[in-house]
């Protein structure tokens, strides 16, 4: 694909963000980050990702090309490149991956894409297409009112964070961390993932456990840590360095707390221990918490972070 066109799809997935809520934004660093996100994309295109996708999925009267990520013309200046996704790689929960080459201002482009794109992957029987936006624009705000979200990306200012006093503040005086440096963590994490999944079994596609494979590389990394209160594990909270908006985040991608000391307020000292500890040559801290996960998301923002960028499922209706 063309360079310039890429620029193009790179430039309005800008648009998507809140860039009033990232004081330490870099427009350059910005694009030359979304348009390494959007060549892994073009990468599934690659004969080799196509075939196993394939053989994974193993689909009656679906063919390799079937998966082709394709860039469809709306009219002569207006541009879709899209691709059929799986939602935790479920096969029974297809949707359209979809970046826009154009800023989404209205509902009114939103109807058109429902009606241009489905009958490109209609044999995968596709159940929504993904946008994502500023949920705090006009088409952001009617989009949460008419479609789903689903994925959020919440940011916070790591020093803010780290300096925010909060209720009971003896309760981060009493919370310690325990670097993780091994598997030892495993047995208490896996019973704890189990149990979350017993108990809503509703969010395991979104909200999945993490693979050992992201654990280790925060392990790696440095940025893993057992919380314990009195000798006691409390939960674990683990991270890795991706940079975002062309600033340097830390990327939180667990925060698990035992059922025991769930509903107590907990995991916002968690954090901000983490980041007190860990997070002192970052400038922002951020992760990606489904809609669905509402303690998550309090936790979140009970510690400054804001939703930036959404990703919403606008259903699909097919005859």
Same mark, same amino acid.
């Given at each position: 694909?063309?360079?310039?066109?890429?620029?193009?799809?790179?430039?309005?997935?800008?648009?998507?963000?809140?860039?009033?809520?990232?004081?330490?934004?870099?427009?350059?660093?910005?694009?030359?980050?979304?348009?390494?996100?959007?060549?892994?994309?073009?990468?599934?295109?690659?004969?080799?990702?196509?075939?196993?996708?394939?053989?994974?999925?193993?689909?009656?009267?679906?063919?390799?090309?079937?998966?082709?990520?394709?860039?469809?013309?709306?009219?002569?200046?207006?541009?879709?490149?899209?691709?059929?996704?799986?939602?935790?790689?479920?096969?029974?929960?297809?949707?359209?991956?979809?970046?826009?080459?154009?800023?989404?201002?209205?509902?009114?482009?939103?109807?058109?894409?429902?009606?241009?794109?489905?009958?490109?992957?209609?044999?995968?029987?596709?159940?929504?297409?993904?946008?994502?936006?500023?949920?705090?624009?006009?088409?952001?705000?009617?989009?949460?009112?008419?479609? =789903?979200?689903?994925?959020?990306?919440? #940011?916070?200012?790591?020093?803010?964070?780290?300096? @925010? %006093?909060? !209720? &009971?503040?003896? +309760?981060?005086?009493?919370?310690?961390?325990?670097?993780?440096?091994?598997?030892?963590?495993?047995?208490?994490?896996?019973?704890?993932?189990?149990?979350?999944?017993?108990?809503?079994?509703?969010?395991?596609?979104?909200?999945?456990?993490?693979?050992?494979?992201?654990?280790?590389?925060?392990?790696?990394?440095?940025?893993?840590?057992?919380?314990?209160?009195?000798?006691?594990?409390?939960?674990?909270?683990?991270? =890795?360095?991706?940079?975002?908006?062309? #600033?340097?985040?830390?990327?939180?991608?667990?925060? @698990? %707390?035992? !059922? &025991?000391?769930? +509903?107590?307020?907990?995991?916002?000292?968690?954090?901000?221990?983490?980041?007190?500890?860990?997070?002192?040559?970052?400038?922002?801290?951020?992760?990606?918490?489904?809609?669905?996960?509402?303690?998550?998301?309090?936790?979140?923002?009970?510690?400054?972070?804001?939703?930036?960028?959404?990703?919403?499922?606008?259903?699909?209706?097919?005859?």
């Amino acid at each position: 694909m063309d360079s310039k066109i890429i620029d193009r799809f790179c430039l309005a997935k800008l648009t998507t963000f809140a860039r009033n809520l990232c004081p330490d934004f870099s427009e350059q660093r910005a694009l030359k980050e979304i348009r390494e996100e959007f060549l892994e994309d073009l990468e599934l295109n690659k004969p080799d990702v196509l075939e196993r996708r394939k053989q994974y999925y193993d689909f009656k009267n679906i063919n390799t090309k079937d998966y082709l990520n394709r860039a469809i013309p709306l009219d002569s200046k207006r541009s879709v490149f899209a691709g059929i996704r799986h939602v935790g790689g479920h096969a029974e929960k297809p949707f359209i991956s979809a970046w826009l080459n154009y800023p989404l201002t209205n509902w009114e482009e939103v109807e058109e894409l429902r009606e241009v794109l489905p009958p490109l992957f209609a044999k995968f029987h596709p159940l929504h297409v993904a946008l994502w936006a500023d949920p705090h624009s006009f088409v952001g705000k009617q989009l949460t009112s008419l479609a =789903e979200p689903t994925q959020q990306i919440v #940011m916070g200012l790591t020093q803010n964070i780290a300096h @925010l %006093i909060l !209720p &009971k503040p003896s +309760r981060g005086k009493d919370l310690e961390l325990e670097s993780v440096t091994d598997q030892s963590y495993r047995p208490w994490y896996n019973n704890v993932c189990n149990s979350f999944e017993a108990e809503r079994p509703d969010l395991i596609p979104w909200v999945p456990r993490n693979s050992e494979e992201t654990m280790n590389k925060s392990i790696q990394e440095g940025l893993i840590a057992l919380g314990k209160l009195k000798g006691e594990t409390l939960g674990i909270i683990s991270g =890795e360095h991706i940079d975002i908006l062309g #600033m340097k985040g830390l990327y939180l991608n667990e925060i @698990l %707390i035992d !059922p &025991k000391f769930k +509903r107590l307020g907990w995991a916002k000292y968690l954090e901000q221990k983490f980041i007190q500890l860990f997070g002192k040559e970052y400038d922002v801290v951020w992760g990606t918490i489904d809609a669905k996960n509402l303690p998550s998301l309090k936790t979140a923002k009970s510690l400054g972070r804001q939703v930036v960028c959404t990703q919403f499922f606008v259903p699909l209706n097919l005859s």
